[in-house]
Structures are given as structure tokens and as C-alpha cells.
């Protein structure tokens, strides 16, 4: 059974730069989309980006373009964020997920499966 584990938040400075990890146990990531969520207090959870399966097509939502960077190393099973030019609206608790394709990571986060605890991203001075 498909386990995802998130790392790699921390508190850091606006215009700051974190790199968040998602690794995967008990599956091979390889032939899943997997997508980066956050959920900031009193707020919906929302989808930030996803990654497809075979050809790594990457798709970030308007917030976050040119901003985050998604990737993905199969031999690791490991799925990856860079944030860089952080803003205390990318405040939130990220989540990372899996589905079949990233279809719908925009309008139905609730459909990826397999969530992680989570990792606690906090971007203050």
C-alpha cells in the first residue's frame, strides 16, 4: 500500500526559498501523477502543482507559477517542490497526494489519494 511521507518545512523569511520532499514507501511512484497541496488556516485545501507520470509534464496553479518548481526522481520515489520567492500568503501546511493523472488537482484536490501527515511551511519576518 502507496505511503507518502512530506519534509522539509520550515520557518522562513519572504523571499526566502524552501525545497519540500515527498517520499513515497510501499509503491513505486513511477506510473502515478503526484500533486502538491496546502491548506492555510480557515482555508479550503488547495492544489499548488502536480506532476505526471511517464513524461513529468508540470502543472502549477496561477499563485505559484514562475515561482515553484516541481520534479520527480522514480529512483528515489521521491517527488520534489523548490519554493523560491516566498510570501507570507504561501503560509500553509503542504500536503503531497497521488492519482493515476493530475486531471483535476486544480478543481478536486479531494480526489488524489494516499495523503501525507503534511509539512508546516511558515513565511514570516
Known amino acids: 500500500q502507496l505511503q507518502l511521507a512530506e519534509s522539509g518545512g520550515d520557518l522562513v523569511q519572504p523571499g526566502g526559498s524552501l525545497r519540500l520532499s515527498c517520499a513515497a514507501s510501499?509503491?513505486?511512484?513511477?506510473?502515478?501523477?503526484i500533486g502538491w497541496f496546502r491548506q492555510a488556516p480557515g482555508k479550503e485545501r488547495e492544489g499548488v502543482s502536480c506532476i505526471s507520470s511517464g513524461d513529468s509534464t508540470a502543472y502549477y496553479a496561477d499563485s505559484v507559477k514562475g515561482r515553484f518548481t516541481i520534479s520527480r526522481d522514480n529512483a528515489r520515489n521521491t517527488v520534489f517542490l523548490q519554493m523560491s520567492s516566498l510570501q507570507p500568503e504561501d503560509t500553509a501546511v503542504y500536503y503531497c497526494?497521488?492519482?493515476?493523472?493530475?486531471?483535476?488537482?486544480?478543481?478536486?484536490?479531494?480526489?488524489?489519494?494516499?495523503w501525507g501527515q503534511g509539512t508546516q511551511v511558515t513565511v514570516s519576518s
Open positions: 497526494a497521488a492519482k493515476i493523472y493530475c486531471s483535476d488537482y486544480l478543481q478536486r484536490p479531494r480526489s488524489f489519494a494516499s
Open positions: 510501499g509503491a513505486a511512484l513511477d506510473y502515478l501523477a
